[in-house]
């Protein structure tokens, strides 16, 4: 068999997994298929190929580039709202809380209780003004490079800020929650800066409305089994968080 030969199969089975799987991890498709990582990025580098190399995931092609602020912000409202409202109650006075980026989190933000001291940490452009008018909130931004797609910032140092602080709880989103997936989002650059909050946090708490039950999307950036609890909004397809319960994660439907 002829190196043209033996990548043409390579490149064929990854696209087979990437479509039948969903995103895969660079390193696992280098050790299923018993070659190098380095071997796999020369493959992925040849033009004309419907799969590409994202943030050390082989993914679909354009992957990571299909969500706008802007343009989610109205998807699932009333679910998004529903759900971050429900998780602000689990917050008390002299928390140190982080809050991720999207479109759930806003509504989370608003929904704080009034009249008691917080310390924030955040890294989304959005979410720092709405916290910026809260007179007894302590706001610590997280800088950095701006990503205008998710309107967030992120830097080596963000992560050693987030490294130094101890967290009560930390608020996380995401675009997918699946039972052997994971929980993933779209954007890759947000992976570290999710991880680094979960690390230094007592509590990591996931807020999604009940529509990314299910999901996958390419960025993995925790097992479901890392959260103390999923809040989300009431659940239609009771189907849908069964997986959840049954791996014994704690899943928290708004009333």
């Not at 109650?89 to 929904?111: K, Q, R, S, Y």
Request: charged share 20%.
């Amino acid at each position: 068999m002829t190196d043209g030969t033996r990548r043409s199969a390579r490149l064929a089975w990854l696209q087979a997994m990437v479509s039948s799987e969903g995103p895969v991890r660079l390193e696992a498709a280098a050790t299923a298929l018993g070659v190098s990582s380095m071997t796999l990025r020369r493959d992925l580098a040849r033009p004309g190929l419907g799969i590409s190399l994202l943030g050390g995931h082989v993914v679909p092609l354009g992957a990571g580039q299909g969500y706008a602020l802007e343009r989610e912000e109205t998807s699932h409202l009333a679910a998004k709202r529903q759900a971050a409202r429900h998780a602000a109650a689990l917050v008390e006075a002299g928390d140190t809380l982080f809050i991720d980026c999207g479109t759930t989190m806003p509504h989370l933000a608003e929904a704080l209780r009034s009249g008691i001291f917080l310390t924030v940490l955040c890294y989304a452009l959005n979410i720092a003004t709405l916290l910026s008018r809260r007179p007894q909130t302590q706001l610590i931004l997280l800088g950095g490079l701006f990503h205008p797609a998710s309107a967030t910032f992120a830097s080596d140092e963000a992560l050693a800020s987030l490294r130094r602080i101890r967290i009560n709880k930390a608020f996380l989103s995401a675009g997918g929650v699946h039972p052997e997936g994971g929980v993933t989002c779209t954007n890759f650059n947000e992976v570290p800066v999710k991880q680094a909050a979960m690390a230094a946090a007592a509590q990591s708490i996931l807020v999604v409305d009940a529509s990314k039950l299910g999901r996958l999307k390419p960025a993995h950036f925790a097992a479901i089994t890392a959260f103390d609890r999923i809040v989300t909004s009431p659940i239609a397809d009771p189907d849908a968080a069964a997986p959840l319960r049954s791996a014994g994660i704690l899943v928290d439907e708004a009333d």
